[in-house]
């Protein structure tokens, strides 16, 4: 077994996903507001298609959430 940790955007993700090679999704939500005016979508294979992960564990510091997901199919 490998592992592989990558960090990039929804276009990345979105090929991960389509690849079935995403199995723990670590996500940070930081108190700030602005950015890129650009919308964000994860497209694996178009525009229905779910995943579904579940809350494996919070972090919270200085106010930003660090949140570890796992692939629900995997359970």
């Not at 602005?34 to 497209?43: C, E, F, Q, S």
């Not at 298609?49 to 199919?73: I, K, M, N, Q």
């Amino acid at each position: 077994m490998s592992t592989l940790l990558t960090e990039g955007g929804p276009t990345l993700l979105g090929e991960l996903m389509a690849a079935d090679l995403l199995d723990e999704l670590c996500l940070t939500l930081a108190p700030l507001a602005g950015g890129d005016p650009l919308p964000v979508a994860i497209r694996p294979h178009g525009p229905g298609d779910l995943r579904g992960f579940s809350l494996a564990s919070v972090l919270e510091e200085d106010g930003h959430l660090f949140l570890r997901y796992l692939d629900a199919s995997a359970r």
